[in-house]
C-alpha cells in the first residue's frame, strides 16, 4: 500500500485549512456586510430653526419598534420636535427598512417604498428617489470611509435636491428623512422649521456620537435680528436649475434681493430685473435650500428657493 511521504501530508492539510479559513472569512463578510440600519435604541437629534428667527432648536427621531407594511418589516420611527415640526416633515411617524445596504422610506402617500440611501453607489452612481408625486435624482460625488466609534462606515457625498454626506448608520447629516422637499414637489409655500444638522446619534450598540460640544436637545437664542415679514411672492421653477424667476408686484425701482443659505450666510448671487420679473442667475450656487428676502425700500418680501 502506497502512503504519501510526510511533507505531503502537512502540505495538503496546510492547504486544506487555508481554504476552510478563506471560506468562512467569506461567509462572515457576506452575512454582516449589510448595513445596519435603526437598531433597537436608535436615535437621532437634529438641529432645528424657523426661518427668520433667532430660535435654536431640534428634531428628534426614534426607532420605537417594527411594523409589516407590504410584506416588509419597516422600522418604525417616531419623530417630535418642542416647536413642532413645521415644514420639516409632514408626518409624526415615518417607516423605513434596509435590505442589500439600500435603505428604503415609504411613502404613504404613494403607497410605494423608494430608495433613501445606496451604500452599493459609487461615485457618479445615481438613484432616483420619490417625494409625493416627483422624483428627483440623486448623484453621487464621492464616496470614503469614515471612522466613528471604532465602526467603519461608508460615507457619500451627494448632490441634488437631498444633496450633503451620507452615512451608513447615521444616514443624513442634515436631516435623515427628505420630506421638507415635498413642500417644492407641491409648489407649496412654507416658512416653518427646517434642519441643519445632525446633533446626536447612538443606539443599544454604539455609543453616543455627537457632532458638536452642545448637549444633543439644545433649545437657546441667537442674536440674529429678526426680519419683518411683509409679504410672500411667487418663484418658479422651483427648484431651480440654472435660473428662477420672481414676480414682483411693483416696478424694478430700487429692489434689491439678498439670498441666505439655511445657516444664515448670505451667498453671492447675480440676478436681473425687467418687466415686473427679477430673474436669478444660478451661476456656482451648489445645490440646497435657501431663503430670499426682495425689498424695494419700503416692503420686505421673503421666500424659500430650493436648487437642483
Known amino acids: 500500500m502506497f502512503l504519501p511521504p510526510p511533507l505531503a501530508i502537512f502540505s495538503y492539510n496546510c492547504y486544506m485549512r487555508k481554504y476552510l479559513i478563506v471560506v468562512l472569512c467569506v461567509l462572515w463578510l457576506n452575512g454582516n456586510a449589510q448595513t445596519l440600519w435603526s437598531p433597537p435604541g436608535a436615535t437621532w437629534h437634529y438641529e432645528l430653526r424657523y426661518i427668520f428667527s433667532n430660535i435654536i432648536s431640534y428634531a428628534k427621531i426614534e426607532y420605537v419598534g417594527d411594523t409589516l407594511i407590504k410584506g416588509k418589516t419597516?422600522?418604525?420611527?417616531?419623530?417630535?420636535?418642542?416647536?413642532?415640526?413645521?415644514?420639516?416633515?409632514?408626518?409624526?411617524?415615518?417607516?423605513?427598512?434596509?435590505?442589500?445596504?439600500?435603505?428604503?422610506?415609504?411613502?404613504?402617500?404613494?403607497?410605494?417604498?423608494?430608495?433613501?440611501?445606496?451604500?452599493?453607489a459609487n461615485t457618479n452612481d445615481t438613484w432616483d428617489m420619490l417625494i409625493d408625486s416627483c422624483s428627483y435624482t440623486i448623484t453621487v460625488d464621492t464616496t470614503d470611509f469614515v471612522i466613528i466609534n471604532g465602526d467603519t462606515l461608508k460615507r457619500l457625498y451627494v448632490t441634488g435636491i437631498f444633496g450633503g454626506e451620507i452615512i451608513e448608520r447615521l444616514g443624513h447629516m442634515g436631516y435623515m428623512l427628505p420630506h421638507q422637499y415635498e413642500f417644492f414637489c407641491a409648489s407649496l409655500p412654507c416658512d416653518g422649521a427646517y434642519a441643519i444638522k445632525l446633533n446626536c446619534y447612538e443606539d443599544s450598540t454604539f455609543a453616543l456620537y455627537k457632532t458638536d460640544s452642545l448637549a444633543c436637545d439644545t433649545v437657546y437664542f441667537t442674536s440674529i435680528a429678526e426680519h419683518t415679514l411683509n409679504h410672500k411672492l411667487t418663484i418658479y421653477p422651483n427648484p431651480m436649475v440654472t435660473e428662477a424667476v420672481i414676480e414682483l408686484p411693483f416696478g424694478k425701482q430700487e429692489v434689491a434681493l439678498t439670498l441666505y443659505d439655511v445657516i444664515g450666510r448670505e451667498q453671492a448671487i447675480k440676478y436681473s430685473i425687467a418687466n415686473n420679473q427679477l430673474t436669478i442667475k444660478r451661476g456656482n450656487l451648489p445645490s440646497g435650500i435657501y431663503f430670499f428676502a426682495v425689498t424695494n425700500g419700503k416692503q420686505t418680501y421673503t421666500g424659500k428657493l430650493a436648487v437642483e
Not at 408626518?91 to 452599493?120: E, G
Request: glycine share 4%; aromatic share 18%.
Open 74 to 120: 419597516c422600522k418604525k420611527l417616531v419623530k417630535t420636535a418642542p416647536s413642532g415640526l413645521s415644514c420639516l416633515d409632514g408626518y409624526p411617524t415615518s417607516y423605513t427598512y434596509a435590505d442589500s445596504n439600500k435603505v428604503y422610506l415609504y411613502s404613504p402617500l404613494l403607497d410605494t417604498f423608494t430608495v433613501m440611501y445606496d451604500f452599493n
